[in-house]
């Protein structure tokens, strides 16, 4: 895992731009702790910081190799291949060689040897920009389901890119600037950001399963991958013994490092599915790592947090032989760490629930370089009520804003005007549906399933994946999502939703499919959502904050933000108040509004 960065420009002599990529790259270096490289040509100039995981002597970057034109090929690249043995071997056959044990350069070799269409044949989570000197012609690909970021912008007909918007926005020529659709999607959907858009004028995402050609004709993004739709004729037992088999193959190939590994174990039957098979699977020493948070006001007093996470993880690892880790996070790290999911995202995050994964990852950093991690099930298996409950099923938008309220609720009315958040939040709704496959002849409830299932995976997935990815990489610590392997999701995609929960049983598929690896206790304990700090004491703190910044004069939220219905809600209705999440959880809504403020002090609207 690491940070790259770069700049493309056909009509300038980039050699002499050192300084400018340096500073570019040095804005990734918490991503990639262990090196730093720039590489200039003419027309291109790469940097990476390098986080070493495989082949630690030689996987140093940005790497070149010699193409079949005598001009040499560079690749910055961020991520791991999964399948990269494999594929050395079939290059091998063909005659290739190898000068390092690296995924880094059979990634170049696979180039030289097929072409665009060796993304095709990459399993991994992954996001690189290749240079090919030859054709004068740069590659931005990212992997399928988007688990590494990669945005982009053509700044003064050039191209600048890198993993963080910090990395393009180093630039001279890119300006830290929001107009009226930024703002729509931090305030009519935060929840279901569209596939591609940066929120920052003029930067865009390479989206999942996408990749970008860029030359001096100009750029193209072109998508190699998506779900398709297919019969599914096993039943239950056939499909439980293929999810079993998928994932023993999965794990088995995210293990592979030269550093120590890890996993996270919040006793919940995704990441101790995983972590059990990690354990069967890893011949060294693995161990687990959990994160306890300030507890709810009582039992009871958290819906989607009904049991908490430590007896369940703490059994687990005693079943499997494994040293367990606790992170501890108490409400005064929550409070002086506001912005710590804003200085990572360079957006407004999820306060303490960004808060405490960082602390979390720091405490793993401690111990491993890699940890495993049980994200992307629920999308997988149908463990969100969201997907199951008809309320939020026939919800006329994104299932999961069922009765939920977005923040631009607390818009000012002239902006609202402009932003027009109901009619964004609609056309954005029908361009998601526009996407999702089906099978002629299905009824409508199939259909149905299959558009929430693939809502799931293009419009809510990438927010946990986001958040995973930036307070990881925040500690240089890479966290692995064997339940984000595509093929699972290509599966998954075409299984009825009857069959993940077989007996009325949320995610039993996944529960049936790993039940001879854990406690019963475990198998059958109902989902826990990640923990969230219900401390009255963190909440009445933020609340401070928050009115204290209604009586500033000069605070930038309120060029957006009506200050009296700001005022309102903080003081009277926090359990309606709206916040960038679909939990009813007032502390994040707070959060919100201080982020949002802090960010806006530093970026120009532009309506």
């Given at each position: 895992m690491c940070g790259i960065t770069g700049w493309v420009d056909w009509t300038r002599d980039l050699r002499r731009q050192r300084p400018v990529i340096t500073d570019m790259t040095r804005t990734q270096s918490p991503r990639g702790p262990d090196a730093e490289g720039v590489l200039l040509f003419e027309h291109a100039a790469l940097g990476h910081r390098r986080l070493a995981v495989i082949d630690i002597e030689g996987g140093a970057q940005p790497m070149t190799r010699t193409g079949r034109h005598g001009a040499p090929v560079a690749v910055t690249f961020s991520g791991e291949i999964y399948n990269f043995r494999e594929l050395r071997a079939e290059l091998g056959a063909a005659g290739?060689?190898?000068?390092?044990?690296?995924?880094?350069?059979?990634?170049?070799?696979?180039?030289?040897?097929?072409?665009?269409?060796?993304?095709?044949?990459?399993?991994?989570?992954?996001?690189?920009?290749?240079?090919?000197?030859?054709?004068?012609?740069?590659?931005?690909?990212?992997?399928?389901?988007?688990?590494?970021?990669?945005?982009?912008?053509?700044?003064?007909?050039?191209?600048?890119?890198?993993?963080?918007?910090k990395a393009l926005l180093a630039h001279p020529e890119m300006a830290a600037e929001?107009?009226?659709?930024?703002?729509?999607?931090?305030?009519?959907?935060?929840?279901?950001?569209?596939?591609?858009?940066?929120?920052?004028?003029?930067?865009?995402?390479?989206?999942?399963?996408?990749?970008?050609?860029?030359?001096?004709?100009?750029?193209?993004?072109?998508?190699?991958w998506q779900v398709e739709a297919r019969p599914h004729t096993e039943d239950f037992g056939a499909t439980t013994d293929r999810v079993r088999s998928l994932l023993t193959d999965i794990v088995r190939r995210q293990l592979v490092a030269d550093v120590p590994v890890g996993t996270l174990l919040s006793g919940g039957i995704d990441s101790s599915a995983i972590t059990a098979m990690a354990a069967r699977e890893f011949a060294g020493e693995l161990t687990s790592h959990s994160v306890s948070v300030p507890a709810p006001a009582g039992p009871g007093s958290d819906a989607w947090r009904p049991s908490p996470d430590e007896p369940y993880a703490k059994l687990v690892a005693e079943r499997l032989g494994l040293k367990h880790f606790v992170t501890q996070v108490d409400t005064g790290s929550l409070v002086e760490g506001i912005d710590r999911g804003l200085r990572a995202r360079d957006l407004p995050g999820w306060g303490d629930l960004d808060?405490?994964?960082?602390?979390?990852?720091?405490?793993?950093?401690?111990?491993?370089?890699?940890?495993?991690?049980?994200?992307?099930?629920?999308?997988?298996?149908?463990?969100?009520?969201?997907?199951?409950?008809?309320?939020?099923?026939?919800?006329?938008?994104?299932?999961?804003?069922?009765?939920?309220?977005?923040?631009?609720?607390?818009?000012?009315?002239?902006?609202?005007?402009?932003?027009?958040?109901?009619?964004?939040?609609?056309?954005?709704?029908?361009?998601?549906?526009?996407?999702?496959?089906?099978?002629?002849?299905?009824?409508?409830?199939?259909r149905r399933e299959r558009e929430v299932f693939h809502l799931g995976l293009t419009r809510w997935l990438g927010a946990l994946l986001d958040r995973k990815d930036r307070m990881s990489m925040a500690v240089g610590l890479?966290?692995?999502?064997?339940?984000?392997?595509?093929?699972?999701?290509?599966?998954?995609?075409?299984?009825?939703?009857?069959?993940?929960?077989?007996?009325?049983?949320?995610?039993?598929?996944?529960?049936?499919?790993?039940?001879?690896?854990?406690?019963?206790?475990?198998?059958?304990?109902?989902?826990?959502?990640?923990?969230?700090?219900?401390?009255?004491?963190?909440?009445?703190?933020?609340?401070?904050?928050?009115?204290?910044?209604?009586?500033?004069?000069?605070?930038?939220?309120?060029?957006?933000?009506?200050?009296?219905?700001?005022?309102?809600?903080?003081?009277?209705?926090?359990?309606?108040?709206?916040?960038?999440?679909?939990?009813?959880?007032?502390?994040?809504?707070?959060?919100?509004?201080?982020?949002?403020?802090?960010?806006?002090?530093?970026?120009?609207?532009?309506?």
């Open positions: 290739w060689s190898f000068t390092t044990r690296s995924d880094t350069e059979v990634l170049l070799v696979a180039y030289l040897q097929w072409g665009r269409d060796f993304v095709h044949r990459l399993n991994g989570m992954f996001a690189f920009a290749l240079w090919d000197e030859h054709e004068q012609r740069l590659l931005l690909v990212r992997d399928r389901l988007g688990i590494k970021p990669l945005y982009y912008a053509e700044p003064g007909g050039g191209v600048v890119f890198g993993s963080e918007p929001v107009d009226v659709e930024g703002i729509a999607e931090l305030m009519a959907v935060p929840r279901a950001r569209t596939p591609g858009h940066a929120v920052y004028r003029g930067m865009r995402e390479v989206r999942p399963g996408c990749l970008v050609v860029a030359d001096a004709a100009g750029l193209r993004e072109t998508r190699y808060t405490s994964m960082y602390h979390l990852f720091r405490g793993v950093r401690e111990r491993c370089t890699v940890a495993l991690s049980g994200e992307s099930a629920d999308e997988m298996f149908g463990g969100y009520a969201w997907q199951t409950d008809e309320r939020f099923v026939r919800h006329p938008s994104f299932p999961w804003m069922y009765g939920r309220h977005q923040p631009e609720r607390l818009l000012r009315e002239e902006v609202r005007r402009e932003v027009r958040p109901r009619e964004y939040e609609a056309e954005r709704y029908r361009q998601a549906l526009a996407e999702v496959p089906h099978l002629d002849g299905e009824d409508a409830a199939r890479e966290v692995r999502v064997p339940f984000a392997d595509h093929r699972l999701a290509e599966y998954l995609y075409n299984v009825p939703a009857a069959l993940k929960a077989e007996g009325g049983m949320e995610k039993a598929l996944l529960r049936r499919a790993c039940a001879d690896l854990l406690p019963e206790e475990v198998v059958n304990r109902p989902k826990s959502a990640y923990p969230a700090s219900r401390d009255p004491g963190y909440v009445a703190s933020l609340q401070r904050l928050v009115l204290d910044l209604v009586g500033e004069p000069g605070a930038p939220l309120f060029d957006l933000m009506d200050r009296e219905k700001v005022r309102t809600a903080v003081t009277s209705g926090l359990d309606t108040l709206p916040g960038p999440i679909t939990a009813r959880t007032s502390a994040i809504g707070l959060s919100y509004l201080l982020e949002l403020n802090q960010w806006l002090t530093g970026v120009r609207v532009v309506t």
